[in-house]
């Protein structure tokens, strides 16, 4: 099966000339239940983890440490839009600690990424167990595979300046207001009319699970992204969303392209919006960036 995005309700370029200059690619994941294996790309599946390497643990000091659950592996090979890895590694692989009890307030969480080369890995440990204790449920994903996807998004509305910000703010505003109307131009307080289409919505970032592209900032707003190594502005890496899509971001529901269960079932299900089981912060995404010049420097993590 394969997923697909479908076309955008209006050409953003078209709509905003010199937004072309920020344009970026992002993969979407698209992961799906299913059963993956250590040589694939997946969310909460079996690790290509060494025989004889330790498995890593929470390092933090709270009651509660142990080892980290594995959350995700990305070999590049899948994953276009994967940023490149430290001295030719080519997978990732995310782990988190499962309470929230880290950082400067106590319940912060604390994420850890490993780089390695994949043709290194000779011997593959056994899957993890599954962890005595968890503090939240959303922090166990369920295994899933991959379903790929490259589509191309444009900056978080905030951080448009200029003349064209001003422009896209203007035409937003418009956007909104008319969602508030009927067809005969009255008060539409509910909202029961068909929203016309918005850049934060539809335009610009994809929601869910992906690689690349732009990042979100609906919680705190665009935040600094510079490495605190070398000062470089980082890039995103990765995102991990609760969700594929929301209330406001339908038009960003992928659809099943081909294969067994391409119907109406497998694209709509009621759980299809939360394949994974993960919940980040509340119900939001984390953001996880890279430095652009080393990508050994420190990773940054953002929750939105």
């Known amino acids: 099966m394969t997923f697909t995005t479908p076309p955008r309700p ?22 799906r239940a299913g059963r993956p294996t250590a040589r694939d790309s997946h969310v909460g599946g079996p690790m ?3 025989a004889g390497e330790p498995w890593p643990e929470c390092d933090e000091p709270h009651r509660y440490g142990g080892p980290l659950l594995a959350v995700a592996q990305l070999y590049a090979r899948d994953v276009p839009d994967l940023a ?6 080519d997978l990732l692989q995310v782990f988190w600690c499962p309470f929230d009890l880290h950082g400067p307030t106590g319940y912060g969480m604390h994420v850890r990424l490993r780089w390695r080369r994949s043709a290194e890995v000779r011997e593959v440990a056994a899957p993890q167990p599954p962890p005595e204790r968890v503090g939240f449920d959303g922090y166990v994903p369920e295994p899933c595979v991959l379903h790929p996807e490259r589509v191309t998004e444009y900056p978080y509305i905030e951080l448009l300046a200029g003349e064209l910000g001003e422009r896209v703010a203007e035409w937003e505003d418009a956007q909104e207001e008319a969602a508030y109307e009927d067809e005969d131009g009255d008060a539409d307080p509910d909202g029961e009319a068909d929203a016309p289409p918005t850049y934060q919505g539809d335009l610009s970032v994809a929601p869910g699970w992906k690689a690349g592209g732009h990042a979100a900032w609906n919680v705190t707003g665009p935040g600094s992204t510079d490495c605190r190594d070398c000062g470089h502005t980082m890039w995103l890496l990765l995102t991990i969303d609760s969700y594929e899509w929301r209330s406001d971001s339908e038009s960003w ?6 294969g067994a269960g391409a119907g109406v079932g497998a694209a709509h299900g009621s759980d299809a919006n939360r394949p994974t089981g993960v919940a980040v912060g509340n119900f939001g995404k984390l953001n996880v960036f890279a430095c652009r010049r080393d990508p050994a420097h420190p990773h940054h993590f953002s929750v939105q």
């Open 48 to 50: 290509l983890w060494p």
């Open 10 to 31: 209006l050409d953003a370029e078209a709509l905003f000339p010199g937004l072309a200059a920020h344009r970026a690619t992002a993969t979407r994941l698209h992961p």
């Open 253 to 258: 529901r992928p659809l099943p392209t081909t």
């Open 84 to 89: 490149p890895g430290p001295d030719g590694c």
